[in-house]
């Protein structure tokens, strides 16, 4: 009798899901061409300067608007992946609740690396289709975005795919985890309603700041396991 550890499962899943998944991937490239189009005339933001007969419009392009893109769609997709569609395919490998959520961890975490890619791709070439077709100076700030900033970038898709992990796998789980969750839900969104002072946040480091949000994400990850390890185990 063969004995298949769990590290064994978990890599044959995470391969199996890499390529399931890459439709995912595709919408999120549609996403950010869509939105690219849309941000075309005035970037992430414009203002207009006027004096007299002379008017003066300043437009900043960045990779704002590509990340909030990327991190709603990392929670969707990462919600999606808890769903009963996707869990069917994963009777095609030997498989748990367990090492699927450790496998769609996985794949969060490269798809979320991806991402970043993608974002700064769809920023460049809008920078470029604003040079070749409208005729107004553009000023670089910086022509390489800072690997601190891409990684602060990386670490909030991560926290997204992390939060749509966690929340598909509660609704899976035990009764309990299942009232607990709409306990959460519901405080979280009475919380939403007021302001939350998160300047201190933004007055770290960027390293920090990244730091502080993977760590989280991590817990998230986390749960997500071991709210499926208590669910019922899939076989096939």
Known sequence: ????????????????KA?????????????QIIFGFLLFDSGSGSSWHGRG???????T?????YLMTSAFWAFISATLF???????????????RTSSAIANMIVIVLYSLIAVI???????LQLIAVLLWKNSPLILDHLIVSPTILMVCFSIICLFGAFGLLLGNCYKGPATVKVFTTIFLIIGLLLFTFPIDLSWLLMLPNLLISLVI???AALCFALAIWIASKSEVSRT
């Open 1 to 16: 009798m063969t004995n298949v550890t769990l590290k064994t499962i978990v890599q044959k899943q995470v391969k199996w």
């Open 19 to 31: 390529k399931l998944y890459l439709s995912a991937l595709s919408t999120l490239v549609i996403l």
């Open 53 to 59: 007969n002379l008017d003066v419009q300043f437009s």
């Open 61 to 65: 392009y960045s990779l704002d608007m």
């Open 82 to 96: 808890t769903t009963k569609a996707f869990r069917i395919d994963d009777l095609s490998v030997i498989s748990s």
């Open 118 to 124: 993608i974002m700064i791709a769809s920023l460049y």
């Open 214 to 216: 993977l760590s989280v």
